[in-house]
Nanobody, 121 residues
């Protein structure tokens, strides 16, 4: 079970931190990621981190502005978003999967309900 929180309305140039609390066994999980989606578009990969912390991958559109982190003891995943742009307005989803393809939403087995982030210009 995954549950996001922390979304809301923020001005362009501002910052917001999203959280994702996950419960249950993580024995079969390899990576957790953030995706985002706007109306009529497919879910876009934002960032991912492996649960062992060895690998981080960033989408080109957020590189240098967003940072993913995780706290395995607390079972929480975070997304710190800085220098937000209006095109960052979307529903942000937390996702988790075992080993395999890591950059495609269709490959993730577990999803949260999403949290809306709206960036005003």
């Amino acid at each position: 079970h995954l549950a996001e929180s922390g979304g809301g309305l923020v001005q362009a140039g501002g910052s917001v931190r999203l959280s994702c609390a996950y419960s249950g066994s993580t024995n079969n999980l390899y990576a957790m990621a953030w995706f985002r989606q706007t109306a009529g578009k497919e879910r876009e990969f934002v960032e991912l981190i492996t649960l062992d912390g060895n690998y981080l991958y960033y989408g080109d559109s957020v590189k240098g502005r967003f940072a993913i982190s995780r706290d395995n003891a607390e079972k929480k995943l975070y997304l710190q978003m800085n220098t937000l742009k209006p095109e960052g307005t979307a529903v942000y989803y937390c996702a988790a999967r075992g080993t395999g393809q890591l950059f495609f939403a269709s490959e993730y087995q577990y999803w949260g309900q999403g949290t809306q982030v709206t960036v005003s210009s």
